[in-house]
């Protein structure tokens, strides 16, 4: 394991757990890898979302204080 990535364990319900072994294979990576990518771009791409709609509230409360 790198020195750079933390351990996480997950428990996959068996149609998802067949699912990710699926694409796994059709990436030919190891489960651990395939999950690992799914997660980042999940993770990644849901905090992104959570950045925007937190600077657009800001903006929104900020126009509401200045009325």
């Known amino acids: 394991m790198s020195l750079g990535l ?11 757990y067949d699912v990710l072994k699926m694409i796994a294979d059709a990436n030919d990576h190891d489960l651990g890898e395939e999950a690992r990518e799914i997660l980042t771009e999940a993770l990644l791409g849901k905090g992104h979302i959570l950045k925007i709609l937190a600077r657009r509230l800001a903006g929104a409360v900020r126009t509401v204080n200045d009325r």
Request: glycine share 0%; charged share 25%.
């Open 6 to 16: 933390k351990p996480v364990q997950v428990r996959l319900p068996s149609d998802v």
